[in-house]
């Protein structure tokens, strides 16, 4: 592939109002492995099958929502030509020091135009429980909970989402991937891919900027959703929707709260997207089925209630 | 991402000794379309979920194997700056023109260092019954057969496959992903990505050059093994091995072989590869392991039957 | 084991509107085969996995719902106690002579406290196309649609829950398994099984007799309820809800309708019920999570649309 | 169902080398709970989604190998007609106080012609921490390991099998589902089922008497087969064959050993055995596929190694 050189969705900073009900649910549930806490409180997890050091951290605040989302770039080189490209795209670029976060270099950040943060970074140090690289077998200890295998993406809100996808496009070599576009021509949603996912970021449309809908996960396959879903229950986690389908990226999906309020989703499957395929495109009467393909409607939650 | 510009494999021409034969194998057992069939006999397939006009090529010869695998570039310009570094790397490169197969802009071609034929090409139509675009459903008509989502990857037999690995990675900006290695640090087979799979394209080291050890397809997940397995049983078709698991990739698999000999794979799963992400390396003593990683031992047939 | 002799579900004979849409439904989506048309217009049908020469009579009419549900019983000798049984429990038994239904023997015929007729019979000839019995492939020829193992159950609505409890418990050895019962401990609703089944009939308190609230086919795992999913949207059938599963028998499921309306089920799993297990037990303020262990919550449709 | 009053397979006593090295593997391998622990040694344990106390009884001894294997029934009652049919079948029938193993009552005991020891018994405790009963979930805790539902089944090699086949059919109630039979008439093999699955002992005519092939435990589905091959490798567990499926009864399936050289079998799916069901028959020539539905041949150490 021939992109601007950003690797994959890195890290997402979430704040949660109760770290310890967010750790049950973050590790115990989910299955994220607790990697270190720092000075400040903030907690640093990973999945299981992430070589990188983390990939979610958890900071305890009086608001539910998401601080930042992070992309990893090939190398530092590649974060000069991306803040230049940035700049030109408008973006005001800001500089957080190595070491802001522990093992992670130094980062670019700017705030995109649906109002939402965004970070860039080329390294990161590699975990030590990470996946195995010497004879590896598939894990090293038995995934638990819903084993969520990575951090996949998010699904933001905010107003100016062809602004956004502008800066992701020409700045960052995102490709739009699938869009719903109203008849007169207005995009309500649109996802984007980095590389080959059918999705690394998502946004819609609304009225308030900076809004989190979703923090996503990926698992390995439709019985690790029903499984999800049975730990849902157990656990009597709040459960949204699922499980079910998208019609956009075909994923296998579930979604439900953590204790705060953050929508979270395991998903699994869809199709593999090479740049070069064509732009799928929903029309809104179709949209019921572009978000749930088996339901073919919208819930009111589902699309109003964001963090 | 930031490669030289090869998107995926695009397709592979495969030799059989009876056409008809191939067909029932390739078209209702496979679960491909048949697109049209050349002037010269030729017939052209593709699976369901697949944009470009043809994935698999099947020609009536007197010996079963590999033509060419072709691997689809960015644009024509990447194909320029490819011909150049494969010069620079040493290969003889001869062209194809547009048309040599129906709907394929022109190509470019060289012969690995392993003895096999590698075609490049920007241009490909789309095929008229590919995935929807339009409020897409996940298909047109219910797949059929073992119901393969996509021609995937090769799998290759030569002598020098240091030389080769070399011109896919610095000529053609592929990855390796994984390897089996010596104590001497001989490499035994290299694995390589030109995306985020953890294959594109492996080579096995052996005596003989040119060779085809099998031709892989991509199916939904492990319940899609069982059911190809089922289909393999029923219709009698010669099975090599699985269901099983691969420690190399992780992929989910079963090998079988078509009526002229060559052999295939269904597969499902295996990891996600991110550029940057830490070599595999498996040891020999190790490699049954590595290959099958339930049974964790080699067959003979397996290593010892190309086509 | 050691019952009365009810050996499993027979047949159901269900009315629909319009047999050529009902056909296109019963046998391209859910997968059945039609075995006959009878010189009254009714269809026979069977699921590719049953032994006997049909499972499902499909009836034209003017109005949707369930003609009768039959029961197959060992013998005729069984036959002949369990019309004693009956009487002795206050039924009145009528009889339907050998050949009403083609292939079928003489059958018996009472109308259950809910007003639901129920028939019982000894003798169906085998299909000519059911499982093979020599050396036996899993399938003779590859499955389509929802591909449907079997009729499983029915789901009824009635007034006299205990009445009819009373008869399949005293007069046809069934087994209770699950109840959903109030505080003050009327019961809601019954499941009852006459072998290893969770259940073999289900009967819920309404206070309308006679109503059918849906027939269910056995398919076999969660994938299957996937793939059931997708042709159901693929196809614009009716959802009534799912995929998801039950608490009571925790069976993976989900509901739709068939053109006429009729509410179909197809199901995956769920426990195996043993006599002598203990009855489990749910109260009304759990009943939504008893009936979709995900959701926690009951539907309107779900609870009030009956034919 | 009209059968003789045998309810299901109740427990396993087998004979293990080391204590230690069979908990390992029997409890946090294949996920059994432990229940207690005898004076004697014996250790006793279940599988999660058992009502009754116990289901396997592990025996430190020199030799592995299985001690009995019981059938629970329905009453005292039916213990009493059963001895007297065994006595009739020429068994000779001792019994077993209440008490011998923990919470367990009476129970008779007979060597069948095979030289295996079968004991029946109507009593057993129920477990404290089986399947809850007042709105259920799921599980307790969750599963682990490979996720054993329920002690399942047993295969045994003997002599005399069809003099095990009368008893068992004839005393016991049990119908063959499936033989394997040369061409002379000779049977190779019985499947006999006391229920509704495919088989609840399986017995394969062998020289030596009185030996164990396997025991097998149910678990969920297709995709724990393949979670139970990953643990399989995971920590080196010897592997017999699988994952693959039978043809008789159409398992999905994979074997392993214990470390004491014990045969176990972890399998899912096959059909449902309703009475009255043809009897399906394999011949010796098509016994490959019979056995090993996929790679259609046995293997020596399958057909071999018995304890």
Redesign the interface.
């Known amino acids: 592939?021939?992109?601007?050189?950003?690797?994959?969705p890195g890290f997402a900073q979430v704040r949660v109002l109760d770290m310890e009900q967010a750790l049950v649910h973050y590790r115990d549930r989910i299955g994220l492995n607790v990697v270190s806490t720092g000075d400040d409180g903030r907690v640093y997890l990973k999945a299981y099958?992430e070589?990188d050091r983390h990939s979610i951290i958890l900071r305890e605040a009086d608001e539910a929502g998401l601080d930042v989302m992070a992309f990893?770039v090939?190398d530092d080189d590649?974060l000069k030509e991306l803040e230049a490209k940035l700049v030109k795209e408008g973006m005001e670029v800001s500089h957080v020091p190595a070491g802001e976060q522990p093992g992670v270099g130094r980062r670019i950040s700017f705030v995109a135009p649906t109002g939402h943060r965004f970070d860039l970074y080329a390294d990161m140090e590699?975990s030590d429980n990470g996946?195995?690289?010497?004879?590896?077998?598939?894990?090293r200890t038995?995934p638990?909970g819903m084993k969520a295998l990575?951090f996949d993406h998010c699904l933001l809100y905010g107003g100016d989402i062809d602004g956004a996808q502008r800066v992701f496009e020409n700045a960052l070599g995102f490709k739009t991937t699938e869009v719903i576009r109203q008849d007169d021509g207005l995009q309500i949603a649109v996802f984007l891919s980095?590389?080959?996912?059918a999705h690394d970021l998502a946004i819609v449309r609304n009225e308030e900027d900076g809004k989190l809908h979703h923090v996503s996960f990926n698992i390995?396959?439709?019985?690790s959703i029903?499984d999800a879903?049975?730990?849902?229950?157990?656990y009597d986690i709040s459960?949204d929707i699922?499980?079910?389908?998208h019609?956009i990226t075909?994923g296998?999906t579930?979604y439900f709260f953590d204790p705060s309020g953050n929508r979270n989703e395991v998903f699994a499957?869809g199709?593999?997207y090479?740049?070069?395929?064509?732009?799928?495109?929903?029309?809104m009467q179709?949209v019921g089925?572009?978000i749930f393909?088996?339901?073919?409607q919208l819930n009111d939650r589902f699309m109003g209630v964001v963090t």
Chains 1, 2, 3, 4 share one sequence.
């Open positions: 592939m021939a992109m601007t050189g950003v690797l994959k099958d070589f990893k090939q590649v590699l996946p195995e690289t010497d004879n590896p077998d598939l894990w038995e638990h990575r980095c590389g080959m996912k390995e396959d439709w019985n029903r879903a049975d730990i849902i229950t157990k459960l699922g499980p079910t389908r019609g075909r296998q579930i499957g199709y593999s090479y740049p070069g395929d064509p732009l799928r495109v929903w029309q179709e089925k572009g393909y088996y339901e073919r």
